[in-house]
C-alpha cells in the first residue's frame, strides 16, 4: 500500500483519541495508508498544537478534530490543511469563520441535539462537505438505541474514507 500522510488527531479534553469517533476514523486511515499522529497534549491549545504538529510532519496532513480541538480551525484554514470536523463548536465564531473560509476538502459532522452546532452556520460552508445527523446526541450517538449508534457511526466513517480517498 502506497503511503498516503499523516492524519492529525486532536482529541477534545472530553473525547479521547480512544473514542469511538477517532479510535474509527484511525481505522479507516491506516486501512487506506495513513499513518496517524495523536496530539495528546493539545487541549489546552489546540491551535498550537497543530502548528507544532505539522511544521514537523512532510507530507500531507488531515486534521481530525472534536468539539473543543476545533479551535484549530484558524490554523487549517490558513495552511489550507483538509480536515475532519466532528462536532465543532459553530457557535464561536473564531472556530465557524475559520470553517467558512476552509478551500481544501473537509468534512463537518454534527447534531442539531449539540448547543454548539449550528444549523445556519452549517449550511453557509464554502467548500466543506456537512453531515448533520439529526437524531444522535453531541457525541454522535443515540442514547438508548446501540444498533442505531453503530449504523451512524458507519454512515459518518463511509464519508470520512471518501474524503481521505480525495485528498491529494
Not at 499513518?35 to 500531507?60: F, H
Not at 463548536?89 to 448547543?115: F, M, Q, T, W
Not at 454548539?116 to 453531515?131: C, F, I, N, P, Y
Request: net charge negative.
Amino acid at each position: 500500500m502506497d503511503y498516503r500522510g499523516h492524519l492529525v488527531l486532536l482529541p477534545a479534553p472530553d473525547y479521547p483519541a480512544t473514542a469511538p469517533l477517532f479510535w474509527y476514523t484511525a481505522l479507516v486511515g491506516r486501512g487506506q495508508g495513513w499513518s496517524v499522529v495523536t496530539c495528546e497534549d493539545g487541549a489546552a491549545d489546540p491551535a498550537g498544537a497543530l502548528r507544532r504538529i505539522v511544521d514537523r510532519l512532510a507530507g500531507r496532513v488531515v486534521v481530525v478534530t472534536k468539539s473543543g480541538s476545533s479551535r484549530a480551525a484558524g490554523v487549517a484554514a490558513e495552511r489550507s490543511l483538509p480536515g475532519v470536523w466532528f462536532t465543532p463548536l459553530l457557535s464561536d465564531p473564531e472556530v465557524a469563520d475559520p470553517l467558512r473560509r476552509l478551500d481544501a476538502p473537509s468534512l463537518v459532522v454534527g447534531s442539531p441535539s449539540d448547543p454548539d452546532w449550528r444549523v445556519e452556520v452549517a449550511a453557509s460552508m464554502r467548500r466543506a462537505e456537512v453531515l448533520q445527523l439529526t437524531d444522535a446526541d453531541p457525541n454522535l450517538e443515540v442514547p438508548d438505541d446501540p444498533a442505531r449508534t453503530v449504523e451512524l457511526l458507519g454512515r459518518v466513517l463511509g464519508r470520512v474514507a471518501d474524503l481521505l480517498r480525495r485528498v491529494r
